[in-house]
C-alpha cells in the first residue's frame, strides 16, 4: 500500500481523524486505510491505498468520498 498525505489541508484534532478514520476506512473500491499522526496534539491526516491511479486523482476520489460519507 502507497502512502499519500493531506498536508496542505493542515492540523486537524484527535476528534476529528478519528471519525474520519472510523466513516472511511475501507471505503470505496479503493478500500482507503486512513492514517494519521500527532505532532504535539495537532494531527496529519493521511490515506493509503493500492490503487494504481495518479496520487491527484486518489486525493480527489478521496475528498469525493468524503464529502458524501461524512455526517
Given at each position: 500500500m502507497k502512502e499519500y498525505w493531506f498536508n496542505e489541508l493542515g492540523y486537524f484534532t484527535k476528534e476529528t481523524v478519528e471519525n474520519i478514520k472510523k466513516n472511511l476506512d475501507g471505503a470505496t473500491y479503493m478500500?482507503?486505510?486512513v492514517i494519521y499522526n500527532n505532532c504535539c496534539g495537532?494531527?496529519?491526516l493521511g490515506i493509503c491505498?493500492?490503487?494504481e491511479e495518479s496520487e491527484q486523482e486518489i486525493k480527489n476520489f478521496f475528498f469525493a468520498?468524503?464529502?458524501t460519507h461524512l455526517k
Open positions: 478500500k482507503f486505510k495537532n494531527y496529519r491505498t493500492d490503487s468520498c468524503a464529502l
